[in-house]
C-alpha cells in the first residue's frame, strides 16, 4: 500500500437504475423505415429501456437508492450529490436538489452538471476534486438521462440510438494513493455546436408554437461528422492517458467506454492496444444513455464479480459540446 499525505478518491460504492420497458429493434422497424440488421451493424444496439411514468430524478434517485441499499449507506451521511444530465427535469430547480429531496439527505448539498455523453467524468473529476480537497468524506455522482423526452421517434438517424437510465458511484477519501481516481485530461470545443444540439427551449429559442413546430425540442445529430471527431478525439484521449501515466495495453483490466457505437468503441480499444475481452460492452443492452453509460458499464461489471481490487481502468468518452476525455482509475472495492 502506498501511503502519504495525500488524500485519493476512490469508488466505494455503486448502483443502477434502468427501467423495465424495453424497445427492441423490431419496435423500431414497426415506427420507422429501418432494420435491426442495419442497426446492429452499424451501432451494436439490440435493445433500449424507457422510463413510462418518471422523469430523470426517478432514475437518478433508483440508482442512488440502490447504492445506499447495497453499500448500507444512509442519506444523511452524504455530503454531495452532482447530477450529469442534459435532460434535467426542469430547467431549476437543479435535479439534485429533486434526488436530495427524494432521499432526505438532509445534510447535502449539490449541484447538476451538464456535459452530455462526457458528464460523468466531468462530474467524476469535480467529485474526486471534492474528495481530495479534504473537505467532504462522501460524495455521490450519479450520471442520470430519460434520452426518450428529447428523442424523436419519427426520426431514424436518432430515436435508435438512445434509452433512459441512471447510475451512481460513491467517492470516498483513501490514504492508499495506489487505488482510486489516478489522473484524467478533459476537453471541450464548442465547434461541436452546429452537428449535435437541441436548440429549443433555451435563452436562444424560447419554447413557442414554433419552436413546437420546427421539432427544435427534439435532439439533433449529424451522424457523420460526430462519428469522425468522436473515433478520433475518443481515441486519442485514451492512448495519451496512458502514455502520460506510463501504461501499456498489457497494464489495462479494463476499457470502459462511453457506448454511443460499437464502433467508436472498437477504433478507441484498438489505438489503445487492447483485446475485445478487455473492453466493457453494454451497448447491446441499453442503447446510449448519454451520461449514464460508464456507471452502469462500473455497476453490472462489479455485480458480476469482473472488476477486482486493484484494476487499472482507463474510462473514456465523447459527447456534445464538444466534449471529450479520459480517466485512469485504479479499482479500489473487492
Ligand atoms: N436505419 C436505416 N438507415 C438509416 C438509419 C436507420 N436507423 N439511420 C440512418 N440511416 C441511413 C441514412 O439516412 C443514410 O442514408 P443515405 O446514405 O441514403 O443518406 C445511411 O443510413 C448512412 O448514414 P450514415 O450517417 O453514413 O451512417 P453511419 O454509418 O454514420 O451511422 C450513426 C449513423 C448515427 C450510427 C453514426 O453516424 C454515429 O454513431 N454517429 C456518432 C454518434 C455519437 O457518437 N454521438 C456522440 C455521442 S451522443
Same mark, same amino acid.
Given at each position: 500500500m502506498s501511503t502519504n499525505n495525500k488524500i485519493n478518491a476512490s469508488i466505494t460504492g455503486v448502483g443502477m437504475y434502468v427501467p423495465e420497458k424495453i424497445l427492441d429493434n423490431a419496435y423500431f422497424e414497426s415506427i420507422v423505415n429501418t432494420n435491426s440488421?442495419? /442497426? #446492429?451493424?452499424? *451501432?451494436g444496439i439490440r435493445e433500449r429501456r424507457i422510463i413510462e411514468n418518471g422523469a430523470t430524478s426517478d432514475l437518478a434517485t433508483g440508482a442512488l437508492k440502490d447504492l445506499m441499499e447495497k453499500h448500507n449507506l444512509q442519506a444523511?451521511? &452524504?455530503? #454531495? &450529490? /452532482? #447530477?450529469a444530465t442534459v435532460t434535467p427535469d426542469m430547467f431549476f430547480p437543479a435535479t439534485a436538489c429533486l434526488v436530495q429531496d427524494n432521499i432526505k439527505a438532509k445534510n447535502a448539498w449539490g449541484f447538476d452538471l451538464s456535459a452530455a455523453c462526457s458528464g460523468f467524468l466531468f462530474a467524476f473529476q469535480t467529485g474526486c476534486s471534492l474528495i481530495e480537497s479534504g473537505r467532504y468524506k462522501k460524495v455521490v455522482v450519479i450520471g442520470a438521462d430519460k434520452m426518450s423526452a428529447i428523442s424523436d421517434y419519427t426520426d431514424r438517424n436518432t430515436c435508435i440510438l438512445f434509452g433512459d437510465a441512471a447510475s451512481a458511484v460513491l467517492l470516498e477519501p483513501t490514504f492508499d494513493t495506489s487505488i482510486g481516481f489516478q489522473d484524467s485530461l478533459l476537453h471541450i470545443? %464548442?465547434?461541436g455546436k452546429d452537428v449535435l444540439y437541441m436548440k429549443g427551449g433555451g435563452s436562444l429559442n424560447p419554447a413557442t408554437h414554433e419552436t413546437v413546430d420546427k421539432k427544435m425540442h427534439y435532439i439533433y445529430q449529424d451522424g457523420k461528422p460526430v462519428f469522425k471527431a468522436a473515433v478520433v478525439g475518443m481515441a486519442d484521449i485514451s492512448f495519451e492517458v496512458m502514455q502520460k501515466n506510463n501504461l501499456t495495453g498489457d497494464d489495462i483490466a479494463y476499457l470502459v467506454p462511453h457506448q454511443a457505437n460499437l464502433r467508436i468503441i472498437d477504433a478507441t480499444a484498438k489505438r489503445m492496444g487492447i483485446g475485445n475481452d478487455k473492453v466493457m460492452i453494454n451497448i447491446d =443492452?441499453? %442503447?446510449n *444513455? *448519454?451520461?449514464a453509460t460508464i456507471p452502469l458499464c462500473l455497476t453490472e461489471y462489479y455485480r458480476d464479480g469482473k472488476l =477486482? =481490487? %486493484?484494476?487499472? +481502468? /482507463?474510462l473514456s468518452a465523447f459527447g456534445a459540446g464538444y466534449t471529450w476525455g479520459a *480517466?485512469? +482509475?485504479v479499482w479500489g472495492m473487492d
Open positions: 440488421e442495419w /442497426i #446492429v451493424s452499424r *451501432t444523511d451521511e &452524504i455530503d #454531495v &450529490i /452532482i #447530477v470545443d %464548442g465547434q =443492452k441499453y %442503447g *444513455t *448519454t451520461a =477486482k =481490487k %486493484g484494476d487499472k +481502468l /482507463i *480517466t485512469y +482509475l
